[in-house]
Structure formats: structure tokens, C-alpha cells
């Protein structure tokens, strides 16, 4: 079946520090690959996507490659501010097969400090 | 753009229960997913729905049942709850002949709790 693993949290930075969060996964096909992000208190939203083998996917200064070689699909970002303080999940969807369920992660909380 | 709206907001129950949940789809999607997301956890899918029926459904039991009518808009009906169904309910919803038809999205959610 499908997996999708990400490193635990909280991740703790300083403001205008460098970000990653790695995600890898498994899967029996050939998946799209999600960073989605969830502020207190609502619902998910999409940060970005990829499709295929090395796509980079980029959004609001983050950015996240898909690495079909190591299954993997790790989120960057240069320079956090305090906005970006939420709980990231890295999905995986099949294509081509006409099911479109989302496996997610189990979420890695990011706090930014000022 | 309307995006995903669901409802209601909050919702307290006792153990036995039933309860409806109910999401309308962004506009002009036709296709809607249920996710079950208990605290501190990624969530979990529960089924989906297009052309008003279920197409995939996870491993949930069948206390979990749903609907979709044919403005698009549906339904999750959980019965006999238990304790253990305390958790925000995500609808998502997605176009299916869409080129990105598997970019999925989703609502604030409603958060249930059960007593």
C-alpha cells in the first residue's frame, strides 16, 4: 500500500533561518506528490505540488523536488518568517487509476521564533 | 470563487449517537472526498463521491456511510458513535476531468465531539 513518512516535529527556528523538511514515501504506482499546510485552527491548504520524476514544485519561497530515485519530496525554504509557523503534511495521490484518496503524513509542526 | 464549505462549524454529541456532516464543493468541482483528522495526526480518508456515487472508500467501517446529490454537494453520516470519533472532518472536493484532476481542496472542516 501507499505510505508517506515524514520527519517529526516541532521544528524550532529562528527567524530568516533555512528550512527543510524531509518526507519520503511509498508507493505501488507512479504518484503526484503535495506539500500541504495547516494554520491553528483550519482547514489544509495546498502549498504546492509535483507530477513527475524531478519536478520542483514552488510556492511562497517554498520549494520541494520530486526524487523518484530516493522516493522522496523533502520541503525547503531559505529564509522563515513568523507566518510560516504551522503544521506542514507531505501527500501522495495515485494517477491514471481513477482513485484520487490523499496518504498523508502524520504532520511536522514548524514554530518561528522572531 | 466560492471555495469548499462545510457544516456545521462544531458539533457535540454523546456516545450512540448520529450526526450528519455536510460540504459543498468549490465551484465548478464535481468530485468530493471525506477525511478524518484526529488531533495531532494526518488525516485519514474515509470515502469519495462522483456522479453522486462512492467511488473509493479506506479503511473505515461501515458506521461511515455517505452521500452526494446532484448539485455535486454531500453528506457524511456516522452512526453509533463512539468516543473514538472525536476529530476534525475534512471535505475535499476536485474536478475529475480536469488535466490536475488530483489536486484536491479542502474546507475549514467541522470539528466533532463526542461525550
Known amino acids: 500500500g501507499n505510505s508517506v513518512t515524514q520527519m517529526e516535529g516541532p521544528v524550532t527556528l529562528s527567524e530568516e533561518a533555512f528550512l527543510t523538511i524531509n518526507c519520503t514515501y511509498t508507493?505501488?504506482?507512479?504518484?503526484?506528490l503535495f506539500w500541504y499546510v495547516q494554520y491553528p485552527g483550519e482547514g489544509l491548504q495546498l502549498l504546492l505540488k509535483?507530477?513527475?520524476?524531478?519536478d520542483k514544485g514552488s510556492n511562497k519561497g517554498f520549494e520541494a523536488t520530486y526524487r523518484k530515485e530516493t522516493t522522496s519530496f523533502h520541503l525547503e525554504k531559505g529564509s522563515v518568517q513568523v507566518s510560516d509557523s504551522a503544521v506542514y503534511f507531505c501527500?501522495?495521490?495515485?494517477?491514471?487509476?481513477?482513485?484520487?484518496?490523499?496518504?498523508f503524513g502524520s504532520g511536522t509542526r514548524l514554530q518561528v521564533q522572531p | 470563487d466560492a471555495g469548499v464549505t462545510q457544516s456545521p462549524t462544531h458539533l457535540i454529541k454523546t456516545r450512540g449517537q448520529q450526526v450528519t456532516l455536510r460540504c459543498s464543493p468549490k465551484?465548478?468541482?464535481?468530485?468530493v472526498s471525506w477525511y478524518q483528522q484526529a488531533l495531532g495526526q494526518g488525516p485519514q480518508f474515509i470515502f469519495q463521491?462522483?456522479?453522486?456515487?462512492?467511488?473509493q472508500r479506506g479503511n473505515f467501517p461501515d458506521r461511515f456511510s455517505g452521500h452526494q446529490f446532484p448539485n455535486y454537494s454531500s453528506e457524511l453520516n456516522v452512526n453509533a458513535l463512539l468516543l473514538g470519533d472525536s476529530a476534525l472532518y475534512l471535505c475535499?472536493?476536485?474536478?475529475?476531468?480536469?488535466?490536475?484532476?488530483?489536486?484536491?481542496?479542502f474546507g475549514p472542516g467541522t470539528r466533532l465531539t463526542v461525550l
Open positions: 463521491y462522483y456522479e453522486e456515487e462512492e467511488r
Open positions: 501527500a501522495l495521490s495515485e494517477r491514471g487509476t481513477g482513485r484520487r484518496a490523499l496518504t
Open positions: 475535499a472536493s476536485n474536478l475529475a476531468a480536469s488535466p490536475s484532476t488530483d489536486t484536491q481542496y
Open positions: 508507493a505501488t504506482g507512479y504518484p503526484s
Open positions: 465551484s465548478g468541482h464535481d468530485t
Open positions: 509535483a507530477t513527475k520524476a524531478d
